[in-house]
């Protein structure tokens, strides 16, 4: 048969698929027996659809980055060994690797892990994060189609695949994701739900009883259910979900659960242990397998030399078409090549004009303006707000398509998550993964907790994925305890690899934003004011440029070496600076030093951090609007914090300053307390 | 008419409910416009529906923690001042407080607080977790209805009403909990879906436009949908919802944001902010209201008089038949009155035996074997774990009904909450809120991520909830680092209010569990251990009963004042210990200080604090596979810390450890380079 690309391609017959099946079960069974841990049970149950999969996935192993492959996100991580037996067929792995599966330094991890084994797409583990990451990458993929396909040229028209267990669809964030994948009609996504209806603690009906289909219905999605062991039916249903092209599509395959294993088949004691090796060998006997590891037969072997055949002719006539795309959309081409590079136009940074200092304006809206000057300059920064525009203030109005990204709209540029803020961090992720864009998200800093798992996996895979976090303190006001942060920025400095911004005013938000922009090894969480703040006075205050350095002398000492250090964050800079003219009053030398980013001034060279915190002061005073982690180190055994160790309250935000003592007059007490 | 119990109520006249709900719309606008802050939108939306409940519900408030008073919890707790209103014409607070609506130290704050406002049920605000909470509070009343009730004495009886909005909805915990809800059949849980399609952004049509009465059905629930102005029909599904008996119920309430507002009505403009003194008299004079602020007619005053008597009349008949349930089940009604207060029973500490240190065990299953002595000691000790039962070894087995708990099954004392960890930790808050239960949960502690929301209300609450985390560390191994915890440790320390503990062993393990059983003014999270540890040897070490204080000299040093402390929680104790002894080889009298529960330790005098501290100790040694957020302070300007500063990896436990420098030779290596 062929495609619509005019390649024709070998559909393997149905004894073939299932002798393919049956390579991936053994496969995937010996490297979990081999490494004596792993989880055994779905990659043998789901070895028919895997092998289905496999036989339709458009991929290239001589380029693991093609651009136009079709994309493929184990959602139900656990089955690793399934996928590292698919990616070794494919011409991935190698057999070694399968070998080496789980051991230190391996290319085949116990949990899939993106930028360690060519051909895998996410890291999943942490369950429905993959399938929400998938519908971030399907709307990416839509977006991009849709601003750079031509109508001669379809140069994106792969398709994103995930493969789900009943964990997966467990998890409310799977069920956010579904909500809004179907929402948004992806009919590039097509989900197989691995229905083995075992799940760790036994039988699914213990717990998840719900009619999977008929929620997946009642989001718009296209559900076809079949026998997830029939590599015929699951073909057909691929080919379904292939040709609905408004409604992602959900294949419900119903399996069992370690299908082969003579004594363990459908029993949730083969989740998430080795079988056994009398037991592997019990199976492959049943099955008229031969016995030694590893085994590949020669005709699954031949099928794969040539299937790789094949791939490669696809990847060329992509290319070819590429071709002449590129000759025919020279700008859109050229466009396109500079957006997948991931690299902003030139001069972008010229784009943000600086704050004055003359009338104060809430961070949170000095974002929405640095985002918006952004926006006009870099067309793929895009993103949106968990039902808080208004107050995020992160709606881009700016540049070309600002209207909002919606079923059939894919150009536009402000995407509507719905109060979904862990399948929005997700989704963000999954755009990150796919390229193109520059995906930014937002939320109250409260509500990070939310979608914590997402910043996790973001920061665990290196994404430049942004999440601004606004009402970054108890100056929220009225809205009360649950609203305001208080432990959320030392939560999220305690994430590896995520740099957390909490800028001073205005102008530091400008570099925040450029900060987050310019990485490219890891995310980014801005954090702002809902209240307003001054616009510090550049002309006697240090250049605001100095906060990329993450932290800075604001305001040195006068009239000799300073014997006060001040370093505040964020809203509460404006008290440091307060607070240090009212002890300079009474003759103190202080030094006022903002801490905008504690992340990026680890990364500081060493004379630079000890010109900061120069071992010499010792009376260090910390004012930040949160609990005390994080800023013991630089408080040393001597500093005093300023800060709050129990939840705030609901009231005017003047009356919560009074009371939780963020006044100069308060913190001054507090000094004269420590008998500085 | 007459309820199943005796009393004559009167139900008000259609008239009179639909003046009750514009006093209770024109209270609520009036609150949000007197504060100049809050959400007016769904108040006057939902007006028609909180009179009809109002009117329905069997509360009293003379006696607000009356046991069997019906549960209203409002899942969309910006709506407040509609549920303070109601508490206003019901009794509970009085127009003064309604006047001091979102002011700093008053009754009636921003959202609804447990534990500030009398007749609140909940602390809510974070979207969906109110739902999931009443799910835990309609599964807790469930429950101890099976064990206390009898086939005269229907003691517990009453219903669990929850108001939630499309924001709710959306979220994904709403989403695992009424999945839960439908699996186990919670008959006696009615939730109001305010269906009023405007969320902040707009029209929910930009982004939640799934079918949700197809998605309840598909959870298995009884879905009833009404116009939501309509107190007839309103009233009507009430009675529908009660009496299906095996099925949750939803009632789908259609209706107009800011209902009564000429110009903002169906606008998501009315969603958070004041009307504005205008639009406000405008609105009162398009109903032919008063336009005095606060205004309840007579007739509304009047109804709710007798209404208190008829509560009261309820009350007093309930008191009546406890009475007499009292005198025939003297034993029971003894228990459910012990377990109501929150005591364990007497004595309860002695069921657990100590752990011989002849052999090593791995925390995880020290706890288990803790949990099922006292469980079989304390009946109302009742949980389990977001299926990894077999892996967090959190199954009772022991007491009278070990078996699970599941749709009519309420005796069982074994919870499968599936793979919905942010719905089990609200269904734990719900029964804990609820009482006569001690709830705990598990999962592993890297994905405490995914419910990280539900321990923060927990601690805002001080609620007895209990949060097993066990693998606790890299060394799960080869599951890789979505699995292995780095950050958790420090980010749960974070949260006000809440004790984190992770002990050094079996022993220790016991008086976490202690702990948190004896605690009452908040959560506890416990951190078990998946690998095997060595159980101390106390007949040399401190005795294990030191653990509670939080952190106590295990080992003192010997042969003068020590030059080394060494502190070290959990597995990474045995670490310090074998530091020590090279160390001390080496000539160095070294302290090894055990530091099960930071929390825990700032609750000692200031004279063990500095006992446990010493000034004079400077070569200070800290030892946690985790990172060092938490532990600066106790570092101070010359500690050392051997721990984690970035993700782990997927590997065998003891390549992980080499690698990542857990032995006393890497340690001892490092204290070399610090010149120590």
């Given at each position: ?9 070998q ?100 949990h ?11 890291s ?14 399907a ?29 997966c ?6 069920y956010e994701?579904?909500?809004?994948a ?67 599509s ?37 099955r ?7 085994h ?9 030399d040539?299937r ?21 959309h ?28 003359d ?5 949170r ?35 070309d ?31 990150a ?24 996996l ?47 005013d ?9 900060a987050?922009?310019?990485r ?16 510090l ?7 605001a ?27 509460e800079?404006?008290?440091a ?25 680890k990364?500081?060279a ?13 009376k ?19 500093g ?17 300053s ?19």
């Open positions: 048969m062929t495609e619509a690309d005019g390649i024709r391609i559909r393997p017959t149905r004894e073939l698929t299932e002798k393919i099946a049956d390579t991936l079960r053994f496969l995937s069974a010996d490297q979990v027996q081999k490494a004596n841990s792993g989880h055994p049970g779905m990659p043998m149950g789901a070895a028919e659809i895997a092998a289905t999969l496999l036989t339709r996935l458009k991929i290239d192993p001589r380029d693991e980055k093609w651009f136009n492959r079709d994309r493929f996100i184990l959602s139900a991580g656990h089955a690793s060994s399934l996928l590292y037996s698919m990616l070794c067929l494919a011409g991935f792995l190698t057999l070694d690797d399968l070998r080496d599966f789980r051991q230190l330094g391996s290319r085949t991890p116990g899939p892990e993106y930028g360690v084994t060519p051909g895998v797409d996410a999943t583990g942490p369950l429905g994060a993959g399938l929400a990451m998938a519908v971030g990458m709307t990416a993929q839509s977006a991009l189609a849709e601003i750079y396909n031509t109508p001669k040229f379809d140069i994106i028209d792969h398709f994103t695949y995930a493969l789900a267990g009943d964990g669809l467990m998890e409310g964030v799977a994701a579904m909500s809004l179907g929402h948004l009609g992806l009919g590039r996504l097509i989900v197989i739900y691995d229905s083995n209806s075992i799940s760790i603690d036994g039988a699914t009906d213990i717990t998840f009883t719900e009619d999977v289909e008929g929620r997946a219905r009642a989001m718009d999605w296209q559900v076809l259910a079949v026998d997830g062991h029939d590599v015929g039916a699951l073909s057909d249903a691929i080919d379904r979900a292939r040709e609905d092209a408004t409604h992602p959900l294949i419900v395959a119903r399996t069992t659960i370690a299908k082969g294993s003579p004594n363990k088949a459908g029993k949730a004691s083969s989740h998430g242990a080795p079988l056994g090796a009398e037991e592997l060998a019990a199976a492959k006997a049943a008229g397998w031969p016995l030694d590891d590893f590949i037969p020669a005709e699954v072997a031949a099928y794969f040539i790789r055949g094949e791939w490669l002719a696809w990847r060329q006539e992509w290319n070819r078409r590429y071709a002449q795309y590129e000759k025919k020279h700008a859109l081409a050229k466009e396109l090549s500079r957006v997948l590079a991931g690299d902003p136009p030139k001069q972008w940074k010229n784009a943000v004009a600086p704050f004055p200092s009338k104060p304006i809430a961070n809206a000095a974002g929405g303006r640095v985002l918006n000057q952004l926006a006009a300059v870099i067309p793929e920064l895009i993103g949106g707000s968990a039902d808080l525009t208004p107050a995020n203030l992160t709606a881009i109005n700016s540049g398509n600002p209207e909002f990204l919606n079923k059939g709209v894919f150009l536009g540029r402000n995407l509507h998550f719905g109060v979904r803020e862990h399948a929005m961090g997700c989704f963000v992720n999954g755009m993964l796919y390229g193109g864009f520059i995906p930014f998200c937002a939320t109250f800093l409260a509500f990070h907790d939310y979608m914590r798992p997402a910043l996790r973001a920061a665990l895979m290196r994404l430049r994925s942004i999440f601004v976090y606004t009402h970054d303190s108890f100056m929220v006001g009225e809205d009360g305890p649950t609203h305001q942060p208080v432990e959320q920025l030392a939560s999220l400095r305690t994430i590896p690899r995520l740099h957390v911004w909490r800028p001073a205005a102008n530091e938000t400008i570099f925040a934003w450029q987050a922009i310019e490219r090894d890891g995310p980014t969480a801005i954090c702002l004011s809902r209240q307003e703040l001054p616009v006075d550049r002309s006697i205050l240090a250049p440029r100095e906060t990329l350095k993450g932290m800075y002398i604001l305001e040195p000492e006068t009239g000799g070496t300073a014997d006060i250090l001040i370093v505040a964050s964020g809203g800079v404006a008290l600076l307060a607070t240090a003219a009212a002890l300079r009053e009474r003759g103190r030398r202080v030094r006022v030093t903002s801490a905008p980013c504690l992340e990026a001034f990364l500081q060493e004379g630079y951090r000890k010109k900061i915190l120069p071992r010499r002061i010792r260090r005073l910390v004012i930040e609007a949160g609990v005390i982690q994080g800023w013991e180190g630089i408080l040393g055994d001597t005093v914090f300023v800060g709050l160790d129990d939840f705030g309250h609901s009231g005017k935000p003047a009356a919560l009074e009371k939780l003592g963020f006044s100069a007059a308060a913190v001054i007490e507090k000094i004269d307390q420590a008998g500085w």
